[in-house]
């Protein structure tokens, strides 16, 4: 299998299969922070379990990292071997002629969720390390739901958030339907698929923005 | 008509190019747009000026030399079609048309409108092809049953004529929609069967000494190929790969 991951088709194969993962994981992250618009005490303990569970923290957790680091890093080097497939660019190119937007700026949409992403870790990874082995604090089961919410009272914080999550839905609403045709199977170009798709791609930002509205307006 | 036009002028390989602007006049809208070159080359050679080079053999879409980027599109703003079968109705009196060559780092500039696509060929020599005794001996085709499903994919692949639009077209530079045409092509058929895995595995592994870029599956190829090859091939051919190497 080596020479297929070297191969141009086997990095799709692998850029896909890290997306697969990273979509998975979206739903999931979803239904945990949904938890804390229906009940603090819920948000609470499945934040303290997945915070203390030594399975999550010791195999899911580098297992994330590695997802989405190995995500962008592919992302980073496809990008670059393609920009360098053609040197001499066009005088006029009319991409919209036969293309969307969002297939064409993956890159851009990659590294708005990439600086979302260094602001989430600082915010809740680098805390949560922070309080449990450097500066360790008293362990507290019920300080997630406080530190959530007030993430969000800024305004500045809850419009980054939102367009960061805006971008996401860009990504995934071509990224979705491509990953199964990197994968080989022609699912992402049937009528059922796309439709799942862009539920998917709408869905999951818009989720995570209600979450972020909610906090806001109605933190005391 | 009465065009203006902006052409990429590039004396040989190695010279540095630039777009020149040239007026033409006298254009029939019925006119292919190759025709309306020739009016514009016969001007310039009476002006005693070099004419532009550019690539045409066939000129009624079957054999793909007709490389053309017009007006940000590889053969211009017509579906389905090469620049030979692009009419000059699909533009007004007036307009503004830019012409540039097909633009790949596999694909360099001989001269002017002409792009070397021998990368192409170098590919299909890596294994498109199937190995048959010729030695006058050679079994009928049509006696190894083929259903017609399979036989109407593979001739839908096989309708590829080599053009380099999707290259031309891809943001990215890639070579899969030709290359799973052509993988496609034999995968679908018991005759490919013998040599399937050396060849995608051979011909993938050229596609990529030459240089072409990666698929980002953006559909682009798909929509500016003369031939409607579809992007199918591209994950067959992705599916055939992943076969040959388990
Ligand atoms: C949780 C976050 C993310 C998710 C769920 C996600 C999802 C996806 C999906 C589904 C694809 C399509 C894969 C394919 O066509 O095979 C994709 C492609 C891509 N992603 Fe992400 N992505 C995320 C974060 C990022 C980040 C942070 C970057 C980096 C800056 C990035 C850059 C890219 C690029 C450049 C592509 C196109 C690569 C290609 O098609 O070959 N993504 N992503
Ligand atoms: S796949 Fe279509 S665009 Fe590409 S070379 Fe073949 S005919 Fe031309
Ligand atoms: S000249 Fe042959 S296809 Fe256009």
Redesign the pocket.
Known sequence: MGGFFKSSIG???A??????F??F??IIHLTVNMTSVFSADLFNELSHFMGTNPLVQFALQPVLLFG?VF??V???I??WK?KKARKVTYFKNNGAANSTWMSRN??Y??????A??VIHFADFWVHEINVKYINVEPADPTRYYHELVEKFVPIWRVVAYSVAFIL?GL??G???T??????GSTAGRKRALQNLGKAYAVI?PLGFIIIALYHHFNHH | MKLKLKIWRQKNASAKGQMVDYDVSDISEHMSFLEMMDVLNEQLISKGEDPIAFDHDCREGICGMCSMYINGEAHGPDRGITTCQLHMRMFKDGDTITIEPFRAAAFPVIKDLVVDRSAFDRIQQAGGYISVNTSGNTQDANTIPISKHAADEAMDAATCIGCGACVATCK?SSAMLFVGAKVSQYALLPQGQIEAVDRVKNMVAQMDLEGFG????TGACEIECPKGISLDTIARMNRELMKAHI
């Open positions: 990095r799709k194969v850029m896909a299969l890290s997306a697969f990273l979509m994981f979206l989405v995500h962008f592919l992302g980073f496809l990008e393609n993956m890159m949409s990659g590294l708005v969720i990439l979302f992403l996401l990504h995934l071509h990224g979705f491509s990953a199964f045709q990197s994968m999951i | 990215n990666n698929c980002t599956n």
